[in-house]
């Protein structure tokens, strides 16, 4: 299917509609923490090595909760699909 949908409005399910704002959400969260690991790494590469062990563990755990978050959006997204096609086909 190719529909693009352009607003809230353009969607049957609501129950798709809740995950497609769910996903927006995530969307900002991982916008989020990819500036701040962006500026961690920048950090990292000026920092002497006593400061880079600290904040290596940081940007694992943040690395971490990154593949956490991108995950959920991807298996969200789907999850918004497969119900307004399910809303569609009755």
Do not use: C, M, P
Request: hydrophobic residues 30%; aromatic residues 6%; positive net charge.
């Amino acid at each position: 299917d190719h529909t693009i949908y352009y607003s809230l409005s353009d969607f049957r399910s609501d129950s798709a509609k809740q995950n497609f704002l769910r996903a927006e959400e995530l969307k900002k969260q991982i916008t989020g923490l990819e500036s701040e690991l962006e500026e961690l790494r920048n950090e990292y590469a000026l920092s002497s090595n006593a400061k880079r062990r600290n904040l290596s563990s940081s940007i694992l755990s943040k690395e971490d909760t990154w593949v956490n978050l991108t995950t959920r959006l991807k298996e969200t997204e789907k999850t918004v699909r497969n119900l307004e096609i399910k809303q569609l086909n009755r």
